[in-house]
């Protein structure tokens, strides 16, 4: 089974902290993907990598940073939080090609961080 | 204009109800339709794809109308247990990247 784990699940923090999360996948996957859920608006893409040291943003990449320096691993970052930015993370992985061939992508559980 | 649409809901439906969904996309280059299920608090999950031919998996059916851009989720014989928010998500061509519907919640009462 793939297995996507994103470390953190609950997390508080308080404003302009700089706030990690993590997220490895077991599947050798070359794509990887950070997005935030929140009531309305659905899940946004805030970065993906489709590669080591790749990165590309997505759609609200403001105010947020990523790393992956393994193919197995990729970190999300939060230089100096924001209440804004209280919300579901969501980490999720696909092999080249794996949407458009119509293959799924794989979730991590999800990390709750509320920005006090 | 939102890429992704649907019907927030929430529908609530009694056990053993027929019910659908609809989801229109608005870019013609998307190429490749899912459906995935999220519980509460939990991270979305594969339903089903959706092929242009239609394609049906148990009590799940699933439609593409490519001319009329969307898609339809269709689930018969109810359960209590299919009580949860269903999102249309497609593919954009030469891309790996998936664009959501804000998802359709379904609460399925006894």
């Known amino acids: 089974d793939v297995k996507v784990t994103q470390s953190s699940r609950y997390l508080v923090k308080r404003t302009g902290e700089k706030v990690f999360l993590e997220c490895v996948q077991d599947?050798?996957?070359?794509?990887m993907f950070w997005y935030r859920q929140d009531p309305g608006l659905g899940l946004r893409l805030i970065y993906f990598?489709?590669?080591?040291?790749?990165?590309e943003k997505g759609d609200i990449p403001e105010g947020y940073s990523v790393s992956r320096e393994k193919k197995e691993r990729f970190s999300l970052i939060l230089e100096s939080a924001s209440t804004n930015q209280t919300s579901m993370y969501l980490c999720?992985?696909?092999?080249?090609?794996?949407?458009?061939?119509?293959?799924?992508?794989?979730f991590g559980e999800g990390s709750w961080l509320t920005v006090v | 204009r939102k890429e992704v649409e649907q019907d927030p809901g929430p529908f609530n439906v009694p056990e053993g109800a027929t019910v659908a969904f609809n989801c229109t996309y608005s870019?013609?280059?998307?190429?490749?339709f899912f459906w995935y299920r999220q519980d509460c608090r939990k991270e979305p999950k594969l339903l089903m794809s959706?092929?242009?031919s239609g394609n049906e998996d148990g009590r799940f059916t699933a439609q593409l109308n490519r001319a009329s851009q969307y898609i339809s989720l269709l689930i018969r014989d109810s359960k209590l247990s299919d009580s949860a928010t269903y999102l249309c998500?497609?593919?954009?061509?030469?891309?790996?990247?998936?664009?959501f519907g804000t998802g359709t919640r379904l609460q399925v009462f006894p």
């Open positions: 999720a992985s696909s092999s080249i090609g794996g949407a458009g061939t119509g293959n799924t992508i794989y």
């Open positions: 599947m050798d996957h070359e794509n």
């Open positions: 990598s489709y590669d080591v040291k790749m990165k």
């Open positions: 870019n013609s280059a998307s190429q490749s």
């Open positions: 959706v092929y242009s």
């Open positions: 998500v497609v593919n954009i061509r030469n891309t790996d990247k998936l664009i």
